[in-house]
């Protein structure tokens, strides 16, 4: 097995985690959604100002090419935000397939979107790309989710310590 660590975009990615740390050998993954949530999570303001402009260009309606390009623009602007390099990649991508097959793989530095376009998804796939572990990215993206989507976050169905869109939505 790999020690991730040393690979120098891994190590320089760890070094951007809000309040620092690393990512934890082995990590007890939420069993909750509702043990994730933080009312007063706080985020850079630059990241607050990507994820508002990503929520006006309303990434879950267009074409397939056009919802890539406005993921796309969002990792972009976060990337520079939290000074990362992560590459997006788009695997097999399918509206009416759950997106759990995503990924991010640190040896690469890739984050794989796969399945369903998700915006928790990939906020959760970006959290791993700065150095958090599994709670730790979960607590990330499913706060900002919940603050930045609000709407979206009432209608979703709640289940392992995910956010899983209802069936017919």
């Known amino acids: 097995m790999t020690d991730t660590t040393t690979i120098p975009h891994v190590r320089r990615n760890l070094q951007t985690i809000e309040g620092g740390g690393r990512i934890p050998a082995r990590e007890v993954p939420p069993r909750t959604v509702e043990e994730c949530l933080e009312d ?4 850079k303001p630059a990241a607050v100002a990507a994820i508002r402009e990503a929520r006006g260009t309303k990434l879950w309606r267009g074409e397939l090419d056009e919802r890539k390009t406005k993921f796309q623009a969002l990792h972009e602007a976060l990337c520079d935000v ?15 397939v759950d997106s759990d097959d995503s990924s991010y793989h640190p040896v690469t530095n890739t984050i794989t979107l796969r399945g369903r376009l998700s915006v928790v998804t990939y906020l959760r796939m970006f ?3 700065t ?3 599994v709670r730790g990215a979960a607590v990330w993206s499913i706060n900002a989710f919940r603050r ?15 956010i899983l869109r209802k069936r017919g939505r």
């Not at 007063?40 to 985020?43: E, H, R």
């Not at 939290?82 to 009416?96: K, P, Q």
């Not at 930045?148 to 995910?162: E, I, K, R, T, Y």
């Open 40 to 43: 007063g999570k706080t985020y």
């Open 148 to 162: 930045w989507f609000p709407l979206s976050f009432a209608n979703c169905d709640h289940c392992d310590g995910a």
């Open 131 to 133: 150095g958090y572990g």
């Open 82 to 96: 939290y000074g990362i390099t992560t590459s997006l990649a788009f695997g097999d991508v399918h509206r009416d």
């Open 127 to 129: 959290a791993h790309a």
